[in-house]
């Protein structure tokens, strides 16, 4: 069964007696991380409702929760661990401690429902330990659709074409191994003017390599560094529009569609952003939503329970999809924050969401920066800064820019850019 028009939020739980607990934690996603990978457990304290529950990773900054109290966002309930380092996920902090999570659990008197961001074996103890519902899969589930390998030959299974390529054991103990993979490059470089190279699990750029065969052995090297065990080695193909389909799957098995949006890669490959207009025809819409709703159900049916995001290429070649997010994507709490907004001012027609850098600040500081473009419920083009704990820090924050079209759009991101003192950067 499919659903229509549900938000996101009631997808997740639509019980006013049951208590919605965010642990959104990146951490779980990179087992082998280091101090680079930061945990963004604050991206729902936007997109929470007044009744949910926010747990943290680190500290709350009470300047920026106070700014979105002002306009009746952000969450009743939050707890913070005060974590200084990502030596520990979130959900082992949890485990032990929990008992600042149960005392607002049993304040409230619902049931608890744990989400987290990626769903892996520690996030299923933490929520038994909490006595929670578990929005989420088994760990098996989780890795099997994030890989990227192992969802290239799911399409094949469900009929889906995919893109061209080879899936390539890492052996750098062995020295013929790295003559193989040049082989395999300088094949698909015979027909096509570069290849990509991506590894089968992570995100945000890890082991996501492009050349046009001069740089080879740097990439072979950096592979071997990093302990990818598998790359896809696969043809870069001229793209128009890389659409990511967004699904969720509900506790009861309901399967609920989120929205089809178009991504912003870096480079053609490499995500920093997301816009709500998508450029695409209607037949290359529905091509993708067919096949989405194959690969969901399957997901479905192997015992998945979450969010699904499937990215996709539209090329001259054909429409491919490329990789199952299995998980919360970028751009979900994006979506959330949106809904919040629609829900307490008014109907949002065009969003984006972009990464940006500038120098580090408080959010205070943030708030002058932006000046009258910050978002202030009345004005409907403004500038709606979120995910701000790394401000402080490394100036690293996310924005929603909102909008009635898409000119105004891009005149408020080159507001952004141009902003005086600012150094703005959009990553």
Request: glycine share 6%; aromatic share 10%.
């Amino acid at each position: 069964m499919m659903t229509k028009d549900k938000t996101f939020r009631d997808c997740i739980s639509s019980n006013d007696n049951e208590l919605v607990i965010y642990v959104a934690d990146n951490l779980p996603q990179f087992p082998l991380r280091d101090t680079s990978i930061p945990s963004k457990c604050d991206r729902t304290l936007a997109a929470a409702s007044l009744n949910d529950l926010v747990v943290l990773h680190g500290k709350l900054d009470t300047d920026y929760y106070d700014w979105l109290r002002s306009f009746g966002l952000g969450p009743d309930f939050i707890v913070e661990y005060g974590a200084d380092t990502n030596e520990k996920t979130l959900s082992e902090l949890i485990i032990n401690d929990p008992e600042p999570i149960k005392n607002i659990i049993r304040k409230t008197g619902r049931t608890p429902v744990y989400v987290p961001w990626f769903s892996s074996q520690k996030e299923s103890e933490a929520s038994d330990v909490l006595g929670a519902d578990f929005f989420g899969s088994p760990e098996s589930e989780t890795f099997r659709y994030n890989d990227k390998a192992a969802f290239k030959i799911i399409c094949q299974q469900l009929d889906i074409p995919i893109i061209e390529g080879v899936s390539f054991k890492m052996k750098p103990q062995e020295s013929e191994n790295y003559t193989m993979m040049k082989s395999i490059i300088d094949g698909y470089l015979e027909k096509y003017k570069n290849v990509i190279i991506r590894g089968t699990f992570g995100e945000s750029g890890m082991s996501l390599y492009k050349t046009n065969g001069n740089d080879v052995a740097e990439i072979y090297k950096e592979i071997s560094d990093c302990n990818e065990k598998v790359v896809l080695i696969e043809p870069f193909l001229s793209v128009s529009s890389s659409p990511n389909d967004q699904w969720i799957i509900g506790r009861n098995g309901e399967i609920s569609h989120l929205g089809m949006r178009a991504q912003i890669c870096k480079e053609g490959m490499i995500h920093v952003g997301t816009i709500s207009e998508l450029d695409i025809s209607d037949a290359e819409s529905a091509l993708i939503k067919e096949s989405s709703w194959k690969i969901v159900k399957k997901m479905r049916d192997t015992g998945y329970i979450g969010v699904a995001g499937i990215d996709y290429i539209v090329s001259d070649e054909g429409v491919f999809p490329v990789e199952n997010n299995a998980r919360f994507n970028g751009s979900s709490y994006s979506v959330m924050i949106v809904e919040r907004i629609e829900k307490l001012f008014y109907k949002i027609p065009v969003w984006k969401f972009i990464k940006v850098k500038t120098d580090p600040c408080s959010f205070v500081d943030l708030k002058k920066r932006l000046k009258s473009s910050i978002f202030d419920g009345v004005k409907r083009q403004s500038i709606f800064p979120y995910n701000c704990d790394l401000l402080q820090k490394t100036g690293n924050f996310n924005v929603l820019i909102l909008a009635d079209n898409l000119i105004q759009i891009s005149e408020l991101e080159q507001e952004l850019r141009t902003l005086e003192a600012s150094k703005f950067v959009v990553i």
